[in-house]
């Protein structure tokens, strides 16, 4: 139990050119959903939370105008990354938790976005 | 000082060793604490996750927590050349469910 899955796995975009990522809880109902950002052999850096039916709460430094959340379903959340730039290029991993049993965060296979 | 302290590695082994890794972190009001192994390239998947002090087991995985010393620890028996890997280390208090990360470890288990 507890899966999250995330579309697409890989996506390769072009400078300027904005690119959606889903994030879907498979088998549970996701009150909160995190994204998160990971660049080569470093931790993960938490971009904002996101509860279903609210605005996201951004953390200190991430642009919220420029990675658009929406977590309109209890079981989907999508990340826009909006006029794409090269230094956007990263790792992107989503987690949820919810109810039944999923109570911590559950992180999803992530998504590497290359921006050319 | 960051919140959570982890040891970077890579620290490798030969099969079957015990591994043994390890967070430090300076918030006494950590309450809950998470070690998620991540493949290359892959999300975090959870391994073990412990409230407040004391052990839990679960298989070849045995996780610690000393809240006096503010000292988590994750033992591997028995590790396999599949156990490579970065671990990380994640806690949070009980107001909240973000995270607060270690830099992760990464292991390497050598056949």
């Known amino acids: 139990g507890a899966v999250v899955s995330q579309h697409p796995s890989w996506v390769i975009c072009k400078s300027g050119t904005s690119v959606k990522i889903e994030c879907r809880s498979l088998?549970?109902?996701?009150?909160?959903m995190f994204w998160y950002r990971q660049f080569p052999k470093q931790s993960l850096m938490l971009m904002a939370t996101s509860n279903e039916g609210s605005k996201a709460t951004y953390e200190q430094g991430v642009e919220k105008d420029k990675f658009l959340i929406n977590h309109a379903s209890l079981t989907l959340s999508t990340l826009t990354v909006t006029s794409a730039h090269p230094e956007d290029s990263s790792f992107y991993i989503c987690?949820?938790?919810?109810?039944?049993?999923?109570?911590?965060?559950?992180f999803g296979p992530g998504t590497r976005l290359t921006v050319t | 000082q960051k919140e959570v302290e982890q040891d970077p590695g890579p620290l490798s082994v030969p099969e079957g060793a015990i591994v043994s890794l390890n967070c430090t972190y300076s918030?006494?009001?950590?309450?809950?604490f998470m070690w998620y192994r991540q493949y290359s390239r892959k999300g975090p998947e959870l391994l073990m996750y412990t409230y407040s002090s004391g052990n839990k087991e679960d298989g070849r995985f045995t996780a610690q927590v000393d809240k006096s010393s503010k000292y988590i620890s994750l033992f591997i028996r028995d590790s396999q050349p599949s156990d490579s890997a970065t671990y990380l280390c994640?806690?949070?208090?009980?107001?909240?469910?973000?995270?607060?990360f270690g830099t992760g470890t990464r292991l390497k288990v050598l056949a």
């Open positions: 088998d549970f109902q996701a009150t909160t």
């Open positions: 918030n006494s009001a950590f309450q809950y």
């Open positions: 994640a806690m949070r208090n009980s107001g909240t469910y973000k995270y607060i």
């Open positions: 987690s949820a938790r919810g109810v039944g049993g999923a109570y911590e965060q559950y």
